[in-house]
C-alpha cells in the first residue's frame, strides 16, 4: 500500500514467509508499546523474491502519538539491509512483522515516497489484534442507490435509471465511499491481468480515489478457484508470506496483495492497516510468489503472481486484516461470449468476489475491456447484448438491447450489466446470492440507428374503453424504413377532452418521466425488484405514454393520476407524507412498448387524441 507521489503518506505493503515455525507462533510473546525507546534494535522479515525469506534491520526512532487517527499510535523506524538498501520500503512490504529481543512488536505499514532513506511507520501489534473475529456477517449497506420508478395505474412499475456511462458514472454511484477521506491515507497495489490497458487508464482517477495505486501485472495468477486439501496445510501461510485478495480470477485476474503479520492457527493477521475499510467482509485470499522486486524512484514494486484460494478474509479493519485459512468466500461466475466485428469469437471466464461496492464496478471494466480488446473506440459502431443474471432463488435478470454510437458503446455495455448488478447487492436483501452472469455480445462496424420520423394512430377520436392502434416509422441511415405497431388501450376511467400519445426511445422516455420524478422507496421484497429491473426500458425499443391533462402526484416512485381532493388535502396535512409528494400537471394513464428490433432507436413524437363522452 503505499500513499505516493504527491507528497503523500505512501503505504509500504510487504510479504514475508516468515521462518518462525508455526509452534514457535502459538507462544509468541508481543513486545509493548510502552517499552519502545530511541535506539532499539528489531528485525524485520519479508520476500523480495520467490518465496523465500529475507531479514532486514530495524532502527527504532520512537512513538508518533496519534499519528493516523485518535489514540492510533504508530512508530517511526528506519530499516536498512542489502535489499531495502536499494529500493527503499516496496509496495508489498505493508504486514511484513518485525521483532524486537524476539518479541513481535508489529507490522510495516507506511512509506514516504521520494525521502533519501527507508523510514516507515510500524502498527503495533497490539492495535492489530484488535480486529477480531465476529459473526455479525458482511457488510452490505454500501450504497445508497436511487430508486427512480414510475407506473401508470394499474400498470406494473418502471424502473428508470439515471443517465451516464462510464467513469463518471462509477464516480457517482462510488461517490460517498470515496469522498469519506478514509481511503486516501493509504495506497494498495492493484494489480490487473488481461484487463485492456487503456480500460485501466481511463478509470485510474477514479481508482485512486478509491485508494488504490492501479498498475498492470506482465504475469498474472495460474491458479483455480477454489483450492483443494492444501490450501489449509498447518505448515503454508507463516507470517511473513504473501497473499493476495482476489477480487477477480480466471481469463481475468485482479489482486490486492500485502503480508502476513502474525498467524494463530487458522486465523491470521495481515496488512496492518485496511485494505478496502469494509468492516465484515467475504473476499478469497491466495498465497502469493513474488517474481522480482523492482526499484524505482518515487515507490519500488514487487511483481506478484497468486495462487490458488486458500482462504477467506473475514473482517478488514483500522489496523489490519482478518482472514480465516480454509474459509471460504462467495463468488460470482462471469462468463463472456465475444463475437467481434472481426469475424472471430472469444470467450472470457472468471470469477468475481460478491462484494456490494466493488463487484458491480469490476464486472463493469471485464466487459468493457472484453469488447475493447478487438473493437474500435471511435467511429460507428453497434454491440448487440444478449444475457442474464441468475440468482441463487431462480429469478432472473435480462439483459437484452442493441448500442449503436460513435463514442462509449463498450461503456453502456458495461452499464447495462454492472448496473442492475450494484442494485441486486446492495444491501437492502441481504440473502441474495448470484449464482451467474452470462454476456453474448455481438459487434458490427456500423451504425444501426433507426430515428423516429413519423407516428399516426387509427382513430383520433376515442371513447373510453377503446382500443386503437399507432403506426410509427423509422429511418435507417441507409435510408430503409422500419414500421412498428403499438396496440393502445384507453381506460375507462378517462374523463378529459384530449390526451396525448408521447412516442419516443426508450431514452426520450427516460428524460421525460425524471423531470418529474424524486427517488422513492426501493421495491418491497426480491420479486418486485426483479420485476421492475426486467422492465427498464431499452435501446431497440419504442415506447409510448399515454397522458392525460389531470393533476396528479408522484409518492415514492407511484403515479395517482386524478387524485380525489380529499386524498390530496389529506396528505398535505400530514408533513411527513407531503414531503414526499410531487406534483404534476398530467398524468401517465397508459405505458406501452412495441417488440425489440436490430437497431437502437431515437427521436421522439407526440400525438393528440379527442376524447369522446356518450353526450358526444
Not at 477480531?132 to 394499474?154: F, H, I, K, N, Q
Not at 461503456?411 to 450489466?417: E, P
Request: charged share 15%.
Amino acid at each position: 500500500m503505499c500513499i505516493r507521489r504527491r507528497g503523500l503518506l505512501c503505504l509500504a505493503v510487504f510479504i514475508i514467509t516468515s521462518s518462525l515455525p508455526l509452534k514457535a507462533q502459538q507462544n509468541l510473546q508481543f513486545f509493548p508499546l510502552g517499552d519502545v525507546r530511541p535506539g532499539l534494535k528489531g528485525v524485520g522479515r519479508t520476500i523480495f523474491e520467490g518465496d523465500k525469506v529475507q531479514e532486514f534491520q530495524v532502527e527504532l526512532l520512537g512513538v508518533v502519538k496519534n499519528v493516523l487517527a485518535p489514540k492510533h499510535d504508530a512508530i517511526l523506524a528506519r530499516l536498512s539491509g542489502p535489499t531495502i538498501d536499494k529500493t527503499g520500503v516496496v509496495e508489498g512490504m505493508s504486514g511484513s512483522p518485525v521483532y524486537v529481543d524476539g518479541k513481535l512488536l508489529g507490522a510495516v505499514a507506511i512509506a514516504f515516497p521520494f525521502s533519501k532513506e527507508p523510514y516507515t511507520l510500524i502498527t503495533p501489534i497490539q492495535d492489530m489484534l484488535r480486529v477480531v473475529p465476529t459473526d455479525s456477517g458482511e457488510s452490505r449497506a454500501a450504497l445508497g442507490l436511487p430508486w427512480y420508478a414510475s407506473s401508470a395505474s394499474g400498470t406494473p412499475g418502471r424502473w428508470i435509471p439515471d443517465e451516464g456511462y462510464g467513469p463518471e458514472l462509477w464516480t457517482k454511484m462510488l461517490g460517498g465511499w470515496a469522498s469519506s477521506g478514509l481511503m486516501n491515507r493509504f495506497r494498495l497495489p492493484m494489480v490487473f491481468g488481461g484487463f485492456d490497458a487503456s480500460v485501466v487508464s481511463q478509470y485510474t482517477p477514479l481508482l485512486e480515489s478509491l485508494g488504490f495505486d492501479p498498475a498492470e501485472a506482465a504475469v498474472v495468477s495460474g491458479g483455480e478457484l477454489p483450492s483443494g486439501k492444501d490450501a489449509a496445510a498447518p505448515g503454508n501461510l507463516a507470517p511473513g508470506s504473501m497473499i493476495s485478495m482476489v477480487l477477480v480470477q480466471g481469463d481475468l485476474n485482479l489482486d490486492l496483495s500485502c503480508t502476513i503479520t502474525y498467524r494463530r492457527g487458522n486465523q491470521l493477521y495481515a496488512c496492518g492497516h485496511e485494505a478496502l475499510l469494509l468492516g465484515p467482509a467475504n473476499i478469497p485470499f491466495a498465497e502469493a510468489r513474488v517474481l522480482a522486486t523492482i526499484p524505482m524512484l518515487s515507490a519500488s514494486e514487487k511483481v506478484v503472481a497468486p495462487g490458488p484460494v486458500v482462504g477467506s478474509i473475514r473482517q478488514d479493519r483500522f489496523g489490519a486484516i482478518y482472514g480465516v485459512v480454509g474459509g471460504k468466500s462467495p463468488t460470482i461466475p462471469v462468463n463472456i461470449h465475444m463475437d467481434s466485428s472481426l469475424g472471430r469469437t472469444t470467450d472470457y471466464q472468471f470469477q468475481v468476489a460478491q462484494q456490494p461496492l466493488l463487484s458491480p464496478l469490476l464486472v463493469n471494466l471485464a466487459v468493457v475491456s472484453a469488447i475493447a480488446s478487438t473493437e474500435r473506440t471511435a467511429g460507428p459502431s453497434t454491440l448487440g447484448l444478449d444475457g442474464k443474471i441468475e440468482l441463487s432463488d431462480g429469478e432472473t435478470i435480462n439483459i437484452e438491447d442493441v448500442i449503436s454510437s460513435e463514442f462509449s458503446g463498450s461503456a453502456q455495455a458495461g452499464a447495462a450489466v454492472a448496473v442492475p448488478l450494484s442494485y441486486l447487492l446492495n444491501g437492502q436483501f441481504p440473502k441474495i446470492g448470484i449464482r451467474d452472469i452470462s454476456l453474448h455480445v455481438t459487434a458490427q462496424n456500423e451504425s444501426r440507428t433507426a430515428t423516429l420520423e413519423q407516428v399516426w394512430s387509427t382513430r383520433s377520436e376515442v371513447r373510453p374503453g377503446d382500443r386503437i392502434e399507432v403506426t410509427a416509422v423509422e429511418r435507417t441511415p441507409s435510408g430503409q424504413t422500419l414500421t412498428q405497431k403499438i396496440p393502445v388501450e384507453i381506460p375507462q376511467s378517462v374523463s378529459d377532452k384530449t390526451l396525448s400519445l408521447v412516442v419516443g426511445s426508450g431514452a426520450a422516455m427516460n428524460a421525460l418521466q425524471l423531470n418529474s420524478i424524486r427517488p422513492g422507496s426501493p421495491p418491497r421484497d426480491l420479486h418486485q425488484l426483479v420485476r421492475e429491473l426486467n422492465r427498464t426500458r431499452r435501446n431497440n425499443r419504442l415506447y409510448a405514454l399515454l397522458m392525460a391533462p389531470q393533476r396528479s402526484f408522484v409518492m415514492e416512485g407511484t403515479d395517482f393520476p386524478s387524485p380525489p381532493p380529499s386524498l390530496l388535502q389529506t396528505f398535505m396535512a400530514d408533513p411527513a407524507v407531503s414531503s414526499k409528494i410531487v406534483y404534476r400537471g398530467t398524468s401517465v394513464v397508459g405505458d406501452y412498448q412495441t417488440v425489440a428490433t436490430p437497431y437502437s432507436i431515437a427521436g421522439e413524437q407526440t400525438i393528440y387524441l379527442k376524447v369522446l363522452t356518450s353526450a358526444n
